[in-house]
T-cell receptor, first 113, second 110 residues
Framework: DSGVTQTPKHLITATGQRVTLRCSPR?????VYWYQQSLDQGLQFLIQ???????AKGNILERFSAQQFPDLHSELNLSSLELGDSALYFC????????????FGSGTRLTVV | SQQGEEDPQALSIQEGENATMNCSYK?????LQWYRQNSGRGLVHLIL?????REKHSGRLRVTLDTSKKSSSLLITASRAADTASYFC??????????FGSGTQLTVLP
């Protein structure tokens, strides 16, 4: 157990639907990062939050959004889902704004059918 | 887009042999990290080397960094079947997030 908790572990949904992925960071970590891992794109950074505020944005689609709550857990919302959104979605956390150590959760496997 | 490439994409060795993986990156970095991922599972942090370091050891792992060539290598000595996994390098630079390479799939045969 890395200390970063992601739920659910698996999610199967239909095209056009909306899902929410949840991440609880390791105790004491203020930064939360979301990554997408797919066969064709590899591991892609999506977005970072630090202490409730968005701090960096990567290759995140407009159909995707995220937020970090006062208790520091984070949610990644994926809407108007397409088949190509099927991927592993990882959350990572770190103490500071720039790591340096990052702890990853075990991921949520999203399958869009 | 990914920061760099890893070489080889796949590596198959016998138990007890050493495994070497290489990583190249494109931009200046603050540090470079190596992660392991067992099939479909989460990423496990292995080792971090800072830009002013040239070599670092951790157990059976040895990492080198050559900032002039923008490259790093990961050596796993005396490999075991349990080392079978994908290995990724990730760089941290002016951007706060990690940027990952494409990974090397290591298979250690018993």
């Amino acid at each position: 157990d890395s200390g970063v908790t992601q739920t659910p572990k698996h999610l199967i949904t239909a095209t056009g639907q909306r899902v929410t992925l949840r991440c609880s960071p390791r105790s004491g970590d203020l930064s939360v990062y979301w990554y997408q891992q797919s066969l064709d794109q590899g591991l892609q950074f999506l977005i970072q939050y630090y202490n409730g505020e968005e701090r960096a944005k990567g290759n995140i689609l407009e159909r995707f959004s995220a937020q970090q709550f006062p208790d520091l857990h984070s949610e990644l919302n994926l809407s108007s889902l397409e088949l190509g959104d099927s991927a592993l979605y990882f959350c990572a956390s770190s103490v500071g704004l720039e790591g340096p150590g990052y702890t990853f959760g075990s991921g949520t496997r999203l399958t869009v059918v | 887009s990914q920061q760099g490439e890893e070489d080889p994409q796949a590596l198959s060795i016998q138990e007890g042999e050493n495994a070497t993986m290489n990583c190249s990156y494109k931009t200046s970095i603050n540090n470079l990290q190596w992660y392991r991922q067992n099939s479909g599972r989460g990423l496990v942090h292995l080792i971090l080397i800072r830009s002013n370091e040239r070599e670092k050891h951790s157990g059976r792992l040895r990492v080198t960094l050559d900032t002039s060539k923008k490259s790093s290598s990961l050596l796993i000595t005396a490999s075991r079947a349990a080392d079978t996994a994908s290995y990724f390098c990730a760089t941290s630079g002016s951007a706060r997030q990690l940027t990952f390479g494409s990974g090397t799939q290591l298979t250690v045969l018993p």
